[in-house]
């Protein structure tokens, strides 16, 4: 149903306050219906989870390709098998990647905490012992890049994220200052709003001249293959660029089967350069015996191959696509032309990035708590969580069923609505 | 076949010349023989990994006892049931412990790297900004111990381990010093020498003053339930100890399944304090993404309870107690008597201790090489692989079928002498 065309700023005095008492009891009706729906994790719904279901029964033996017994200790890169299905799917060489346990946020983590001890390979001394290190964070970003730089004492300096990736100006301005040591980037179907960054932006990113030595670009392509339409969007070549630039050592690529396979039960992986592939591994051979390649031989088996895996992805896109489909059915058809929101329609990745009046994301927040909505906490997608403008909320419709996304998202117009209008008439 | 109970330095230079021929052409005919063995590493064999071939099939459901689904993302502390199980076998309360990973060398470099950029729960400022942290290293002791410590830039003074574990004594003057941060301990069955803490060593470990306020002991408790005879020794109580002496912060337990189920694949605990849980906890929340649930539904299902790990235990000992016997065998045979060496009969872990006579210890290592038989590095057990007698040489049997043990040892016992006459004569 389209209720109306003009925007509530357009409206008069009384009008609005008309409309307030409507939409108010809109939002009793919502509430009174005892709702109990979460829509604040990027997680697989458990249809998607299902997908994988033959894992249960893998593998079907305990020898890699080449003989060897995966059930012992060793192989700290991984199986060689698996780093071939990511290095395809990533399109960067097999040489490249290192495969590891089931989270790509612990390779991230790996990577800081040595940078921060150790250095890297090209740093003038380990990055603790700078009085200030700080990272470029695109904004809106990933809740949890955030709060790992946070725990880690690094400072966050933020720059717009356009739908063709990082303000490129705005970087090149911040990389001046020798302190500025690296950036996040969600390259491919970002969260939250699954902007994809074109070739241009990364063969600036990198390319550009930096003050630190060892700025590194933490290239976290968690979404590369999860498409939402047959668009199925290229990656921009992170590794190529770089070593093409003169900055071989610059990016540092993530990915996982999290969202491909089993969320909790995956096989991460790392890419880079010889130089930054060869310093990671050295610094792991003090921390690990050798990833679970009982694991990447499990995921192997269910594969066969990195078209496996695509193939596999369209089933994912078939359970999901829907879910993103009802959000966008609830948003255009109950806030079209008010003016009081914006929102994306992604083809790809998790997430739907819905930019509210400005000043009343956490009140929305709040009302649909009430109503027994969970929406990720407003301003989560900004370091510190503090969003300036107070605006930004983060939807995440894959782990619901599609009758609660439906439900739920019916339920946020009504909240987006009635924290427009409660300060458009305060 | 006991060829001579006359110690080496008691026969004639004359004797000894022609101890020396004899025992060089033995020596010659082993190189002859084009062996390709190798006693470095504490793997299990393929036998051993066998007894959890059931792992192929597990597990049977994706749910937990609770009915939550292990596929999905969540459960940073890990399966409840996996860690009842580890609960029961380290005689800690359930509460108190933690599931990760296949790796406990890993959860002891969190612990660390965190001590280092966070500091403690009770630390003045994190470990980082101290002008130098040292930590108490019991010799010989765990090579990747001593390996990960110098990665991380923390200095070791050593302390001698005796039977019923570190010199107490020696420790106590150690941590008088406020830079003396920790230190480890393998308290039951100890890499290499196969010692067990006692109640008491462990009682005033626990309850000494330190300089430091804190102090950690990292508890590596690798080896609880790896017993090689009918006497299964108990472990102390290290957390019951340190809580009862006012300082329930020191000690931090590690333990894990690698050998106990698959080495590679296996699951990781860590046991602490209250507080110190919470911290390690608290940092690994901005590191990870919940640990392989459905890895620890697996080894569940497979054993069932504790004491299903204790039957499958027995198996273990079944399999590797005539790997030990063959070296004792060769050992006692070839060399009780002559005074050139000392090697212990451990009743339980991975390895045997063998001390030669002082000063070849890598001659010994690098005879056996050239004869095809590939021993851990002389110095190995010492921080910095820096054996100040240079007599102590790691054996480990598991790996290698019962034949090629009795080969091998065959072979050692020869360079041991070989060695030793070198010397003698030189």
Chains 1, 2 share one sequence.
Not at 369 to 394: M, V, W
Request: charged share 20%; hydrophobic share 45%; with cysteine.
């Amino acid at each position: 149903m389209t209720t109306s065309v003009t925007p509530l700023s357009a409206l008069s005095a009384d009008d609005l306050a008309a409309r307030l008492t409507t939409v108010r009891a809109a939002y009793d009706e919502l509430k009174a219906r005892g709702l109990k729906l979460d829509l604040t994790r990027g997680k697989p719904g458990a249809d998607q989870l299902d997908l994988s279901n033959a894992l249960l029964d893998l593998p079907s033996s305990y020898r890699d390709r080449s003989g060897a017994d995966v059930r012992n200790y060793g192989g700290l890169d991984g199986l060689v098998e698996m780093r071939e299905i990511f290095a395809d799917l990533l399109a960067v060489d097999v040489a490249s990647v290192v495969c590891g346990g089931n989270s790509s946020l612990t390779m991230m983590h790996q990577v800081l905490t040595a940078l921060l001890l150790k250095g890297g390979p090209d740093s003038p001394r380990p990055w603790s012992q700078e009085p200030v290190v700080k990272f470029v964070c695109p904004v809106p970003g990933y809740d949890r890049h955030f709060t790992m730089l946070a725990e880690l004492g690094i400072e966050m300096v933020s720059v717009p994220m356009h739908s063709d990736g990082p303000d490129v100006a705005a970087v090149r301005a911040l990389v001046a200052d020798p302190s500025v040591k690296g950036m996040w980037i969600v390259p491919t179907y970002a969260n939250p709003t699954g902007a994809v960054c074109s070739a241009e932006v990364a063969a600036e990113l990198m390319a550009m001249p930096t003050a630190a030595p060892d700025f590194r670009i933490l290239w976290d392509n968690a979404y590369a293959v999860h498409h939402l339409t047959d668009e199925e969007t290229k990656s921009a070549d992170a590794l190529g660029l770089a070593a093409a630039s003169g900055h071989p050592n610059r990016p540092i690529m993530f990915a996982s089967t999290s969202k491909i396979t089993w969320a909790g039960a995956g096989v991460a992986a790392l890419a880079a350069s010889p130089e930054n592939r060869a310093w990671y591994l050295e610094r792991l051979g003090f921390a690990a015996i050798g990833p679970d390649k009982v694991n990447h031989l499990r995921h192997v088996e269910l594969f066969g191959d990195a078209d496996g895996v695509r193939a596999h992805m369209r089933k994912h896109r078939d359970l999901i696509a829907p879910k993103f489909a009802a959000v966008e059915d609830a948003l255009s058809s109950r806030l079209t032309g008010l003016g009081i929101a914006e929102w994306t329609v992604p083809t790809g990745g998790y997430f739907v990035n819905l930019d509210v009046l400005d000043g009343t994301a956490s009140r929305v927040v709040q009302l649909a708590k009430e109503a027994g909505i969970a929406l990720t906490p407003a301003g989560s997608a900004f370091p510190h969580g503090n969003d300036p403008r107070d605006r930004n909320i983060r939807l995440a419709p894959t782990f619901p069923v599609l009758a609660e996304v439906e439900a739920a998202m019916a339920g946020v117009a009504v909240c987006v609505e009635l924290a427009a209008l409660e300060q458009l008439t305060a």
